[in-house]
Every structure is written in structure tokens, then in C-alpha cells.
């Protein structure tokens, strides 16, 4: 089932407080959940860092995060490649293949671990994506300063670095239980909030309005229904374009770039600074994401006397229509919240998973494409056999909410 570019995904690289140099890498669409996860706090996944054979390493710790990838496949791909950079096609200097397969059987300490994330965001398969690296410890964070000054090339510009120093306990049962930081990665925003302001104005613009649009670029008509187009989410601006139009403008401003896709561009009306993936984001949720919009844009039950909106309003009239045309769209949205409702937290702060509890045990689709492909096809030890029949259950898409690869090593 095809889903819209979600709102937050990252990989991230956990410590443990009592052993410092054991260290595990992993992603999830949910930080704060998936630390209690790997606490044993909240049941679920996690399996190889709350077995009674790691006891002595809780509790663990977020040392930093990775985010901004443009899929759930995406972020799954990086994390393989993290988890294996000396096997990874996303590799591609060489002599640092050869250290790898040196200490192939060995496990990595962080030092290693962090020099293999610096690689990974130089190289080409990731350059151009729109990635955030942040860090929560200090002594990592110092660590990762000495990586990129070793490293024999620079981060291309675009990739934000920021370090947020833990908040000190408030109690001592806090400082006891390690929940500060559980509270610091909850202020990381999950949802789509941040693309509610251009996603009411495209749905008013493209679903309810019925007015003709021009793009901006070429002069032509631009028919919802058979173009995929984007407009500028400033206010006072009214640029619109095809899609195509946009990113061919964005990528003439780039004269070195050889890519398909921008990254970021100018608006040509108003001059503002515009984020390829925010746009996506846009247009991904007006065509897929229709459970999304209406949980976001949940209208309140009209108190007594109250007037509602009429349907006459373009954006009541936008959603109207999507619920019109997509009923299980709408029972979808109510369902979720609801649920959020139960569970204490705002209905309005979603993302684009549904999350499950999880183990180890994961499903991939068979591309080979994909790096996960590799874990079936290259290797051949007791440990990777299961992978090799499940892979005969061709599947779509993974059938996980946050991974543990099964073979993922515990990094020393």
C-alpha cells in the first residue's frame, strides 16, 4: 500500500550508560517509544537489548539521531548500510572496503561506528538527501568533531549538525530510571504539523476551488486531475507550477548538479527559500495520504449556537470531498483518533505509520535494488537461514514499524 513521504523516520545509534563501548544502531518513526522499548519500559521489539544476557548494559541511551530520509525504505537502506558498511554497494572508497574486511568477524567500537556514518553521508547514494544528524552526549558528540576533521573529505553543504546536551535530572528517582532523555526526545515534533500551513492552501488551491490554474513557468493550464503540481507556501505569494516545471527551474539554479532532483530552489515569484522534500510532503499527502490530512485537519463537533463552516469555505470543502470520495480514508482518521484519545496524546499528532509492537523477525521483498537483498543472497551462515526462506514470501514492502535486523551485531 502506497503511503505518503512520512513524516519523521530516523536512524539512530544507542549506548549503553554502564558500558559505554557497547553501542547498537537501529531506526524508528518514534525515538521516545523505541528508547523504553530498548529499556524494557514498554513492551514491544527490542529484543537484543532487553534479553537478560545484555541486563548488565541497561539503561541504555540515545546518543544520537539521524532524520530527514525520504521513505521508510529509505531509512531502512541506511541503516543496513551503517549496520554494514563494508558490505554495502552505498560504499564506494575502496581502501576503506579493505579495513572493513580486515576486522570483518570483529565488532566495531564507536569511534569505527561514527567514521562509518561520516562515509555514508559523503557518499553518492545519500548525498542528496535531506538529512539531519543530532547528538545527545557529549563525549560522542566530541568524537564525531575529530571524525570530520580526519575524514579526507567534507560533508556537502545541506546536512545540519546540532548537539543537545542531556537536561539534568529534576529527582533522583528521574536520574535513577534515565527518563530525562526519554522527555528530551519527546519534544521532537512526529507529526505533519509542520506541513499543515502549504497543505491547507494546496487543498483549498487544487481540491476546493474550482477555479483554472496557470503555471507560472510555461503558461499552460494545470488540471488537478491530470497534473501533479505545487505552489509556493507563502501567503502573499500566488506562484504555481507543474511539478516538472518547478524541479527543472530548481535544477537550472544548480549549474554543477548533474541530479533528477533538486534539492532546494528559489521561488520564482517571491524569492523564498523552498525544500524539495517539504513540497513531496505536500503533494504526497493530497494523493495518498487522505487519512493523514483528515486526522490533521479534524474538525471539532460546533458547540451549541456555534456557527459552523460552510462548505462553501475552499479548504471545508476540500476535506468534504475527501471524505466523499475516500470513506475508508475518514473511518480510518476517526479510528486513529480515537485511539490517540486512549493513549493520552494530541489526535492531531500523527505521522503517516501505524505503529505495532515488533520483534526481531522481519519480512523484505526481494530487489535487488536493495541492500537488504544482499542479507538474503550473500550470505550463507546459520544465523542469515532464515532470511533465505522467508524470502520466498515475496512482500511489497518490509513488514516492520521499527527494525532490529536479526543480524545485527551488539558493537563493542
Known sequence: MEKPIPAFYCCYLLRSQPNPGHHYVGSTPNPPRRLKQHRGKTKGGAKRTTSDKLSDDRPWEMASIIHGFPSKIAALQFEWAWQNTGKTRHNTEKDHDKGKKKRKHTSRNIIQTLSDLHLLLRSHSFGRWPLHLRFYQEDVHKE????CEKAR?????GIS???RPPEPASTEQEAKESSAQVQELQQIDLSYNFAKPLLAKSLAAFVGEQTQHTCTKCNKEISPSKNVAVLCPADSCSGVWHIDCLAQEFLDEDKTSTALLPIKGACPECGASLDWIKLMQDV??????QKDVLTLFRQRRAKKGEIKAEASDPLTFALQSIKASNPAAAVLSEEATVKAATNGDNPQDVGSETESELDDECIYRIDEDDDS???TSDHTNDHDSKYT???KQATLEPVIEDSEWSSAELLE
Request: aromatic fraction near 8%; hydrophobic fraction near 35%; proline fraction near 0%.
Open 144 to 147: 564525531w568533531q575529530k571524525t
Open 153 to 157: 573529505t567534507s560533508l556537502r553543504e
Open 161 to 163: 549538525v546540532t548537539f
Open 284 to 289: 504526497t499527502l493530497r494523493a495518498r495520504g
Open 373 to 375: 537483498a544482499s542479507l
Open 389 to 391: 526462506s522467508r524470502s
